[in-house]
């Protein structure tokens, strides 16, 4: 598969393309409270388009280390203002990054044409709405839950238990009646994993061809980054993140995830240039 449909908005997948992360809330790790204005969100959404973004991931609850949960209402009352007045605006898909079934059927009725869930279509009624919805879904692995999810996670192989969560999912997507061509899957970095799990997975990338789906990936400004560069702040891990957007790109991720657009841009797109000429 190399054309995915967001309602609509057909994206090529030959070459691997970004995905703008766009908060929310006032608490994710990195830009939480930053975007939390629906006129304030909006330019943000304006800038990484101009930077280059190919699609834009809103979310409305954060995901990080220790995270509370919130109230299916304050994440519709968070998302939907922001999506609808994106979707009016800009011809670029929009990702709705969401476990809930009723986020995830109202932000598609906004104009999100793109489901990316930490859960992996988990949660009650998410499968049923998602094949409801019929747009892509993203199934990402997650051990544990944000809450609990870095106490101490374990594994004995964490590329092979990480793929087989993935096969998994896919499977249960594809008993629920949800086209294989509908998919993509995200490895989790970050989630539910130690410094050495995270490093383990982008060094063996290459192993989820196996699983014949595009890959998401979103390493941008995580802490596995600042554990490796001397306890680097989220604002100080750029360049960290640059390294691993290649080395994933190298490894066949079609879609990066980030907070920093166009430096992302620029570094995948020197990858690709180097991938693609012909030995």
Known sequence: MTIIDCAGNR????????MGIL???????????????????????RTMVDEGADFLDIGGESTRPGAQA??????LDRVIPVIEAIAS???????????????????VAAGAGLINDVM??????????????????????????PRTMQHDPQYRDVVAEVMAFLRSRVDACLAEGIARNKLLLDPGFGFGKSLLHNLTLLRHLDR???????????????????????????????????ACAVMAVERGAAIIRTHDVKPTVDAVRMSHAVISVEA
């Open 11 to 18: 994206i090529d997948l030959k070459r691997p393309r970004i």
């Open 23 to 45: 908060n929310v809330t006032p608490d994710s790790f990195s830009d939480g409270g930053d975007f939390i204005s629906r006129d304030v969100a909006l330019a943000r959404a």
């Open 70 to 75: 919130v109230s299916e209402q304050e994440e």
């Open 89 to 107: 605006e800009i011809p670029v898909p929009i990702s709705v990054d969401t476990s809930k079934a009723a986020v995830m059927r109202h932000a």
């Open 120 to 145: 992996a279509l988990r949660d009650e009624g998410a499968l049923a709405v998602a094949r409801e919805l019929d747009v892509p879904v993203c199934l990402m692995h997650m051990q544990g839950l």
């Open 208 to 242: 989820f061809s196996e699983l014949q789906l595009p890959l998401l990936v979103g390493i941008s400004r995580k802490s596995m980054i600042g554990a490796v560069l001397d306890d680097a702040p989220v604002d100080q891990r750029l360049f960290g993140g640059l």
